[in-house]
C-alpha cells in the first residue's frame, strides 16, 4: 500500500496563499525565526503567479497546542487597528489549520524595520528618530485605542487584576512578593476609563521601525478589551527597557510617552495613573514568567527557553518591590549564600544540569554545522543557565540562614507561610520586618539568577 505524500510546512502555505490570492503561490524558503516562547514565528519567501517577490510572515501555534479562537481574534484585531489608522501588517490568510501548517494561523505581509531593542536603544542609524520614538510610541497607542471595539466584541473584558490573580493562585506556590503587590494594588486603584482595545503587549520587541518611526504594531496574541491605560504602564515596566536605564522602552521619558498619547487622544493620565498601571504590568509580568516557565516545569512541552524563565521570576519580583517602594535592602550578602530549595525558583540544580545535557546532545550537537541563528540563540541560553548553575553551586548557606532568622521573627517557617499570613492581612505588606524578610528572599534569588539586573 502506497502512502499519501506528506504536506510540507512550505506546501501549505503555498496552498493557503493560492487559494487567498485567487492565483498561484509558490514558496521557495521557510525560516524560523527566533523568539516566540507562546507562538512560532516563520519568514516566509514566496512569489506569486509572474515571479514577483512575495515576503510574508506565518505566526502559528505550536502543532498540538493550538488555541484557534484567540489566533482568530489576532486576525481580527490587526484589521481593526488598521482601519484606525494602525501601523500593522496586512492580513493575507488566517485559519484554523490547515494541512502542512498543522495548527492556527495567521500569514501577513511581512514589514520591513528593525524590532530588536538594544539596536534600537544604540543604532546610530535610528538616532533621530529614536528621539521622538517614546512620543510616537505614545500617539500610536491612542490610536489603538480609538479603534472600533465592536470589530473585537469576542475578546475578555474582565478585570486584569482578578484575572492575574487567578493565573496565580493557580500554581498554588505563595509568594510574598506576589501577595504585597496584589495587596498594594488593591488599597491604590484608580478609577477605571471606558473600555478600550488594549494591545496587551505593546513594548520594544513587538514594534518595528525604521528611520522615519514605527513601521508595524506586532504580536496581538494578548489583546483584550479593558482599561487604555494599562497599555501605557505596560510599556514602561523595567523588564521591557532591556537593560537601558530611561523608563520608557530605554529610549525615552513618560512625559514624551503621555504627550504623543494626548495627542491622539486628548486625554492625560495622572502620574498616579500611570505608576498604578506600570505597578500592575510589573506583577503582571512575574506571574507570566511564572506561567510560562510551567509549561516545562509540567512535563507539558519541553523547552529550554521555557525553563530558563523560571529563573528570571526574581526579576519581576525585584522590580515589583522597587516600584512599590517596598524594597528594604538588608545590605551587601555574605560572600557564601544560600543555595537551599526554599529559596531558589525552579529548575533546580539537577534540573538545569539534565536539561542543559539534553539540549545539548538532541538540538544542538546535530545542528551545528547549519550555524542557524536558532541554535545560536538556544547556546546562549545554556551558556546563562550553566552560569546560574555555577552561581548557586559556589554560594553556601549563610544566606537562608539570615532569611529562616527573618522569617522565624514574623512566626513564619517559610516564605509560603509569609505570604499566606500577607494574603490573610495578619501581617502588613508595608510592615518593615516583613519587607525586609521579602526583599531579603528576592535579593538572594536574583544575586544568583542574574546579579546584573540589581540596581546600582
Not at 494561523?105 to 528593525?114: I, Q, S, T
Not at 550578602?333 to 545539548?360: F, G, K, M, Q, W
Not at 521579602?438 to 546600582?456: E, I, M
Request: charged share 25%; net charge negative.
Amino acid at each position: 500500500m502506497t502512502e499519501s505524500p506528506t504536506t510540507t510546512l512550505a506546501d501549505g502555505i503555498a496552498d493557503v496563499l493560492t487559494d487567498a490570492r485567487g492565483e498561484t503561490v509558490t514558496v521557495a524558503d521557510v525560516h524560523r525565526l527566533t523568539g516566540g516562547a507562546s507562538r512560532q514565528v516563520w519568514s516566509v519567501e514566496a512569489h506569486i503567479s509572474d515571479g514577483s517577490p512575495l515576503p510574508v510572515v506565518l505566526r502559528r501555534d505550536p502543532p498540538g497546542h493550538g488555541d484557534a479562537d484567540r489566533m482568530r481574534a489576532e486576525a481580527a484585531c490587526l484589521r481593526a487597528a488598521a482601519a484606525a489608522g494602525v501601523p500593522v501588517p496586512q492580513v493575507l490568510a488566517a485559519g484554523d489549520t490547515a494541512p502542512g501548517i498543522d495548527a492556527p494561523y495567521l500569514l501577513m505581509n511581512r514589514v520591513d524595520g528593525e524590532s530588536l531593542p538594544r539596536k534600537l536603544q544604540r543604532d546610530p542609524e535610528l538616532a533621530t528618530v529614536r528621539a521622538e520614538l517614546a512620543e510616537q510610541m505614545g500617539y500610536v497607542l491612542g490610536l489603538i485605542h480609538r479603534s472600533d471595539v465592536a470589530e473585537v466584541a469576542m475578546l475578555d473584558s474582565g478585570d486584569p487584576l482578578d484575572a492575574i490573580e487567578a493565573v496565580y493562585r493557580e500554581f498554588d506556590e505563595p509568594r510574598p512578593a506576589v501577595e504585597m503587590g496584589l495587596r498594594w494594588l488593591r488599597d491604590h486603584r484608580p478609577p477605571v476609563r471606558p473600555k478600550a482595545l488594549v494591545h496587551g503587549d505593546f513594548r520594544m520587541g513587538n514594534l518595528l521601525v525604521d528611520r522615519t518611526g514605527i513601521r508595524g504594531v506586532l504580536d496581538w496574541e494578548l489583546a483584550h478589551l479593558g482599561d487604555p491605560i494599562e497599555d501605557l504602564g505596560w510599556l514602561c515596566v523595567r523588564a521591557w527597557r532591556f537593560g537601558a536605564e530611561l523608563p520608557v522602552g530605554g529610549i525615552g521619558t513618560r512625559e514624551q510617552l503621555v504627550d504623543g498619547y494626548e495627542r491622539a487622544t486628548g486625554i492625560r493620565p495622572s502620574d498616579a495613573e500611570l505608576h498604578w498601571w506600570e505597578a500592575y504590568g510589573t506583577l503582571r509580568w512575574l506571574v507570566l514568567s511564572r506561567f510560562q516557565a510551567q509549561r516545562h516545569l509540567s512535563g507539558e512541552e519541553f523547552s529550554l527557553e521555557l525553563a530558563s524563565i523560571g529563573r528570571r521570576v526574581c526579576e519581576s519580583e525585584y522590580d515589583l518591590l522597587l516600584v512599590l517602594g517596598l524594597l528594604d535592602d538588608p545590605g551587601e550578602a555574605p560572600e557564601r549564600r544560600s543555595a537551599t530549595a526554599t529559596v531558589h525558583d525552579r529548575p533546580t540544580t539537577n534540573e538545569i544540569v539534565d536539561l542543559v545535557a539534553t539540549t545539548l546532545t538532541d538540538e544542538i550537537a546535530p545542528a551545528l554545522a547549519d550555524d542557524s541563528d536558532q541554535q545560536r540563540y538556544l547556546l546562549r541560553i545554556c551558556v546563562n543557565l550553566l552560569r546560574i548553575a555555577g552561581r548557586e553551586l559556589a554560594a553556601g548557606d549563610d544566606a537562608a540562614n539570615a532569611l529562616r532568622a527573618r522569617l522565624g521573627e514574623l512566626g513564619c517557617a517559610t516564605e509560603a507561610d509569609l505570604a499566606t499570613e500577607i494574603r490573610s492581612g495578619a501581617l502588613g505588606y508595608d510592615d518593615v520586618a516583613v519587607r525586609r524578610a521579602v526583599s531579603s528572599a528576592v535579593l538572594t534569588r536574583l544575586r544568583v539568577a542574574n546579579p546584573r539586573h540589581l540596581v546600582p
